[in-house]
């Protein structure tokens, strides 16, 4: 089992930057991919970033490509998300999870409970 914790949501204006935290533990951090997924109220849940075991690979959504940046910190269990120039279309619960190292997919296995970020005009 892993269990991932986010933290560092809350309420911004738009055009201003959040930091999202997750901390990891349980089985060996580096054995996972990693992503950020968000959903918004009557909205699908959509992956916004992912990064490989070692963080060598990332991936981000078309919306947020240029404004979000994930990073990793194996020696800490830590996963970040670095989010710059926020919209009001930003504004969701934004959740932490973790996937086996050898497929590289939005499928995950492990999820945080996630934090909100809201985004006001």
């Known amino acids: 089992q892993v269990q991932l914790v986010e933290s560092g949501g809350g309420l911004v204006q738009a055009g201003g930057s959040l930091r999202l935290s997750c901390a990891a533990s349980?089985?060996?951090?580096?054995?996972?991919?990693m992503g950020w997924f968000r959903q918004a109220p009557g909205k699908e849940r959509e992956n916004v970033a992912r990064i490989s075991w070692s963080g060598a690979i990332t991936s981000y959504a078309d919306s947020v490509k240029g404004r979000f940046t994930i990073s990793r910190d194996n020696a800490n269990n830590m996963v970040y998300l670095q989010m710059n120039s926020l919209k009001p279309e930003d504004t969701a619960v934004y959740y932490c999870?973790?996937?086996?190292?050898?497929?590289?997919?939005?499928?995950?296995?492990?999820w945080g409970k996630g934090t909100l970020v809201t985004v006001t005009t």
């Open positions: 349980g089985r060996t951090f580096s054995n996972y991919n």
């Open positions: 999870a973790a996937g086996p190292k050898l497929i590289w997919s939005k499928d995950m296995d492990y």
